[in-house]
């Protein structure tokens, strides 16, 4: 472990080296796990703010479920996750021609249509930021998804 002021970081974030595989792994990590992505505070906020601009990019399941319970949720580890459809793929996911699962935040944002990204947790996979009392961890979460 390696402390950098308040946040210690994983030796395997050094030592393994890994990369996001779209192409292989056609976005398993946005519809496999046992909840949702993790979110900030402001994140929610933001979402919540740019949802009528991306509405129509959501599935209708995932409108229903937005409509009963909102965006999000407190997962079982009492983390704030994005909402998720069956107990699997992320509310915010949409399915491009070849079957790969995106996310409709970052769509939007790159066709310009919002200013909002798709979550920091997102951006990072597979290294997960925890916040703890005193400081945050930044670990590496070996999934087999994730493997090249």
């Not at 949702?36 to 402001?42: F, K, M, R, S």
């Not at 740019?50 to 909102?70: F, R, V, Y």
């Not at 079957?99 to 947790?121: D, H, L, N």
């Amino acid at each position: 472990m390696i402390q950098i002021r308040d946040t210690i970081l994983s030796d395997d974030i050094f030592e393994e080296h890994f990369i996001c595989h779209l192409t292989k792994c056609k976005g398993a990590c946005c519809v496999e796990g046992d909840s949702g992505a993790p979110l900030e505070q402001e994140e929610f906020e933001q979402i919540q703010s740019i949802l009528p601009e991306i509405w129509n990019d959501l599935s209708p399941k995932a409108q229903a479920l937005i409509e009963e319970q909102g965006i999000a949720y407190t997962d079982y580890d009492g983390e704030l996750v994005t909402s998720i459809i069956n107990g699997r793929e992320c509310v915010f996911t949409y399915f491009d021609a070849d079957g790969t699962c995106k996310c409709s935040i970052e769509k939007a944002c790159r066709e310009g249509r919002i200013q909002v990204q798709k979550p920091i947790s997102c951006h990072l996979y597979p290294i997960r930021l925890q916040k703890l009392s005193e400081f945050t961890a930044v670990n590496y979460n070996r999934w087999s998804i994730c493997k090249p």
